[in-house]
């Protein structure tokens, strides 16, 4: 298994500004993923971190809205630029760790965008 | 649509009682995964399923991936219990496709 530790747990915002999640792993792994939840609703995957490259975003999901960083297989961040109140939810790091493709999750980074 | 689709939506337990969740696939999926988000919003790993089934204390779980469907068998149910299950799925692309949830109640 890996663990993946997120911060901050949960912020709020100002609409227009920008967000930065960090997200690190107890472990070197090579697949990073990047998960929105709005409330009451299931899990979009978002993109995956690529080390050392730029992400691969799902549709729906750009560079310039949550351009993401993955500078080595122990870390990745997501930045949620020009923050709107449609922003407000949670976000999830995954990683399945290595040799595995069971994923685990960071607790999440509850996003309220006001 | 959804590929990923769960049944019931939303469910109500006795304590004590037991009940079956079922998610089905639209895509051809290899593994499985359960998972419980709990009132916190914390993903708490259930099972990872191949083919076949598992089971760990109360709860156990299939996967037929040939009539592509995955269930979650929950027995003597507690309080504790509640929360949103979902199932995710996973069709060798390495990306993790989360169904439409089971929101769960026990009630006392």
């Known amino acids: 298994s890996v663990l993946l530790y997120q911060k901050p747990n949960r912020d709020i915002c100002q609409s227009g500004t920008s967000l930065k999640i960090q997200c690190v792993a107890d472990?070197?792994?090579?697949?990073m993923f990047w998960y929105q939840q709005f409330q009451e609703q299931s899990l979009m995957l978002m993109a995956t971190?690529?080390?050392?490259?730029?992400?691969?975003?799902e549709s729906g999901f750009t560079k310039d809205k949550f351009p993401i960083s993955r500078p080595n297989l122990t870390f990745s961040t997501l930045t949620v630029n020009n923050a709107r109140p449609g922003d407000s939810s949670i976000y999830f790091c995954?990683?399945?760790?290595?040799?595995?493709?069971?994923?685990?999750f960071g607790k999440g980074t509850r996003l309220t965008v006001v | 649509g959804d590929k990923v689709k769960q049944s019931p939506s939303a469910l109500s337990l006795q304590e004590g009682t037991n009940s079956a969740l079922r998610c089905n696939f639209s895509?051809?999926?290899?593994?499985v995964q359960w998972f419980l988000q709990n009132p916190r919003g914390s993903l708490i790993n259930l099972f990872y399923l191949v083919p076949g089934t598992k089971e760990n204390g109360r709860l156990k779980s299939a996967f037929d991936s040939k009539e592509s469907y995955s269930t979650l068998h929950i027995r003597d149910a507690q309080l504790e219990d509640s929360g949103t299950y979902f199932c995710a799925a996973d069709s060798n692309t390495n990306k993790v496709v989360f169904g439409t949830g089971t929101r769960l109640q026990v009630l006392p």
């Open positions: 472990s070197q792994v090579v697949s």
């Open positions: 971190a690529n080390e050392g490259s730029e992400a691969t975003y």
């Open positions: 895509i051809a999926a290899t593994t």
């Open positions: 995954s990683s399945n760790g290595q040799g595995s493709a069971e994923v685990f």
